[in-house]
């Protein structure tokens, strides 16, 4: 019986631990996504984003090397929970999307531009969310921006391009090139 007991203690144990990462986790998306908004209002706003992140990550780096390699760790560690959610006061979002592609719905192409035309960032722009059965990175998700007569007019065309262009240069590619 005392068996059953510490095994079930340490079976609930690791179900909170699951759930309170979850919980963090979220909470960290939710608060990043946050930063990329209020960042759009800022005079340089790829570095009051940045700026915002590294405060979050409670870390303070002593170079621009290192601070680039801690943004870039933590986008390739976290690509798969930067999922910011529903915007009711755009109308360009899906319901959730991934950060990167968020940044382009709501028009703030600053932090992509930063990111791929700045040297000494590592960031792998392969991560893919299924869309409709396909596995759809950021160039698939401005191609299809791009291939949507009605929706592309609310974009600006020429920083769309220019940003597929920066995320081809530094390795992206598109869900079907992807194994």
């Known amino acids: 019986m005392k068996r059953i007991i510490i095994i079930f203690t340490i079976i609930l144990n690791q179900q909170l631990s699951y759930s309170q990462s979850k919980i963090e986790e979220a909470e960290l998306a939710r608060d990043i996504c946050f ?70 719905a709501i028009k703030a192409y600053h932090f992509l531009y930063y990111l791929t035309e700045t040297d000494g960032y590592t960031i792998d722009f392969n991560f893919f969310e299924i869309v409709d059965g396909e596995k759809e990175t950021l160039l698939d998700y401005i191609d299809k ?35």
Do not use: M, W
Not at 95 to 103: E, G, P, T, V
């Open 35 to 104: 930063d990329l908004y209020a960042s759009r209002i800022q005079e340089n706003s790829a570095l009051s984003f940045e700026n915002a992140i590294l405060k979050r990550l409670k870390v303070k780096p002593t170079s621009d090397n290192e601070r680039k390699q801690i943004i870039s760790d933590f986008f390739n560690k976290n690509a798969d929970i930067l999922i910011c959610g529903e915007d009711d006061n755009q109308s360009n979002t899906r319901k959730s999307q991934h950060l990167f592609k968020r940044s382009i």
């Open 145 to 179: 921006i791009i291939a949507n007569e009605s929706r592309v007019k609310t974009y600006n065309l020429e920083h769309l391009e220019d940003i597929i262009d920066y995320v081809e240069e530094v390795g992206g590619k598109r869900g079907k090139e992807l194994k």
